[in-house]
């Protein structure tokens, strides 16, 4: 196949739309429902993300795409007690890929209602059971296990877009886009990320334990593909929160550290043990633990609403209680796409417990922010690559 028509563009003004490829066979097949024009770009970039995840580290990688950016993306590394209830699969044994893509999606799951996912591996039928009760679009993988076709082929009332990809697809090295009838052309970015960007060490501080390299090569490889300018927390193998798309830095520090604390608040024993009700949709859950953490959670109170969602009235969290157990989140590591400009970057990050941080550097402030990081005993790497991804 060299040609796919779609059903429009971006939005459903935007006729005709169709991908197609000159030379050769387009790399995928779908295998169900039809695919949209933003389907196929979140398709085709988290594709890529779990594909150089998987290569650089080893480890089965997932991840969770809304609007051709990652709302989540992890690696298979072994779930503790408290993540296990708090991504709802305490009563589960995990295949590598489904606590992949468990990780992925239950780092801002607000975010990836209604996601792309990609996974590194052949899905399996414990992953699709597991995505047969989320909101999702589409799926993008190498294979599937028949089992895992049987489920996911009933999903959206039997419209769920499902993706094979051809492992060894090679792109051409030089890509093309055309924006206002120009058209722009440059070399594919890539550049391959690995612990040899992690070794220019300006701060005192120089001790990288090989987790910290681990979750600063996946934060990296997480922003390659994310719309600039973005900045991305690890911890354990799993983005925690990504700031994507903002102007400023410090708006991104500020947007990933927020999400990175509401998902450490999440595993709170208070939050876990919340009275549902049953029968309570996930998406409303969801939202109600969204909002139980939040600072606006007194007006679920006092306008009775509790009532439609949990058994009793829950006790919300003071302020000074969720000071106290953000402190407990430590040893968090923080890629950014580019160089950080000032310290307050780093004063951000320190609020969301990093220890370890990769950036480009080459600001002419690098001073500040290396000084920053050495009055919290923070390692910065100094990458000298730039990441920018439009």
Known sequence: MKELKLKYGCNPNQKPSRIFINGGELPIKIINGSAGYINLLDAFNSWQLVKELKETTGLAAAASFKHVSPAGAAVAVPLNEVLKKTYFVDDAELSDIATAYVRARGADRMSSYGDFVALSETCDEQTAKFLSGEVSDGIIAPSYSKGALDILKNKRRGNYLIIQIDVNYIPKEIETKEVYGITFEQKRNDVKISED??????????????????????????????????????????????????????????????????????????????????????????????????????????????????????????????????????????????????????????????????????????????????????????????????
């Open 197 to 390: 960007m992690l070794t220019n060490l300006p701060t005192k501080n120089k001790i990288l334990p090989d987790n910290a390299k681990r979750d600063l090569i996946i934060s990296l490889i997480t922003l390659k593909y994310t719309q600039s300018n973005s900045v991305c927390y690890v911890k354990d193998g799993q983005a925690i929160g990504i700031g994507a798309g903002q102007q400023s830095r410090i708006h991104c520090t500020r947007l990933a550290g927020n999400k990175a604390d509401r998902w450490f608040l999440r595993q709170n024993s208070r939050v876990i043990n919340l009275p549902f009700k049953k029968g309570i949709k996930r998406s409303d859950r969801d939202n109600a633990i969204d909002l139980y953490i939040s600072d606006d959670y007194m007006d679920i109170l006092s306008d009775g609403s509790w009532e439609n969602l949990f058994i009793k009235k829950p006790t919300p969290l003071t302020m000074e209680e969720k000071k106290e157990w953000l402190k407990n989140l430590k040893d968090v590591s923080l890629g950014s796409d580019a160089f950080f400009p000032f310290g307050d970057n780093i004063e951000r990050a320190k609020k969301s417990g990093v220890s370890y941080i990769a950036q480009t550097g080459g600001s002419i402030r690098d001073d500040n922010v290396i000084e920053t990081c050495d009055k919290y005993n923070i390692v910065m790497a100094f990458t000298k690559m730039r990441l920018f991804h439009h």
